[in-house]
């Protein structure tokens, strides 16, 4: 069975761009969830869907970041504009059951 | 409110040597508590979770992990640490009901090496 999916692995910005994350879940997967790693630190919950619909977005900073689920399958996550302090690694799981979160590679976003 | 203290950022040990890694959380109700692994330029990959049942948790790659009440901890351990096993390592705490179900909480994490 395939993974997660992100891409890109890897991008490096100037502060005050804006950036895109794209992630696929696992097929028939319906929770999806969006994290922040930054780097010393463990993964940050930032937006949390169940299919297309919102369930917990309560640390996502809503006035630069921004992310959508279309069609409850594929999903963006999307910064507007990016800081400094933006640096850090993008992970998207996906589940089919609550306890079993599966990880993707993660995108490496780099802020200069 | 759920958290996750890891203790040691960085554990050292020789091959063939005993691993421990030090977990201890807080939280308000029953807590579900896992343990992940991150290889370099990886994403997360479950080790082991704990929700209520047995409190000896048994996880893949030889990992084991107990789940004491009275010392809020969850250990990770493993008899005999092997090089691959070098990599960093996540304790978290989930909340377990409502629509959040399954949210994970994370330690700042602690990074293995194993010495040859």
């Known amino acids: 069975e395939a993974g997660v999916a992100q891409s890109p692995r890897y991008k490096i910005i100037e502060k005050r761009q804006s950036v895109a994350f794209w992630c696929n879940p696992i097929s028939g997967h319906a929770t999806l969830y969006w994290y922040q790693q930054i780097l010393g630190q463990g993964p940050k919950l930032l937006i949390q869907?169940?299919?297309?619909?919102?369930?917990?977005d309560s640390q996502l900073p809503k006035d630069r970041f921004s992310a959508e689920r279309l069609k409850g399958v594929d999903s963006t996550l999307k910064i507007q504009p990016a800081k400094l302090e933006d640096s850090a690694v993008y992970l998207c799981?996906?589940?089919?059951?609550?306890?079993?979160?599966?990880f993707g590679p993660g995108t490496r976003l780099t802020v200069t | 409110a759920q958290s996750v203290t890891q203790l040691g950022s960085h554990v050292s040990v020789s091959e063939g040597a005993l691993v421990l890694l030090r977990c201890n959380y807080s939280?308000?109700?029953?807590?579900?508590l896992f343990w992940y692994v991150q290889y370099p330029n990886q994403g997360l990959q479950l080790l082991l979770k704990?929700?209520?049942?047995?409190?000896l948790v048994k996880g893949i790659n030889g990992f084991e992990a107990e789940f004491k009440k009275s010392e809020t901890s969850f250990h990770l351990t493993k008899p005999s640490a092997h090089m691959s096993d070098a990599a960093e390592y996540f304790c978290?705490?989930?909340?377990?009901?409502?629509?959040?179900?399954?949210?994970?909480?994370f330690g700042k994490g602690t990074k293995l090496s194993v010495k040859p």
């Open positions: 799981a996906s589940s089919l059951f609550a306890f079993e979160q599966y």
């Open positions: 704990y929700t209520s049942a047995a409190t």
């Open positions: 939280s308000s109700v029953p807590p579900y």
């Open positions: 978290a705490v989930s909340v377990g009901y409502g629509g959040s179900q399954g949210n994970l909480i």
């Open positions: 869907f169940q299919n297309n619909g919102v369930v917990d």
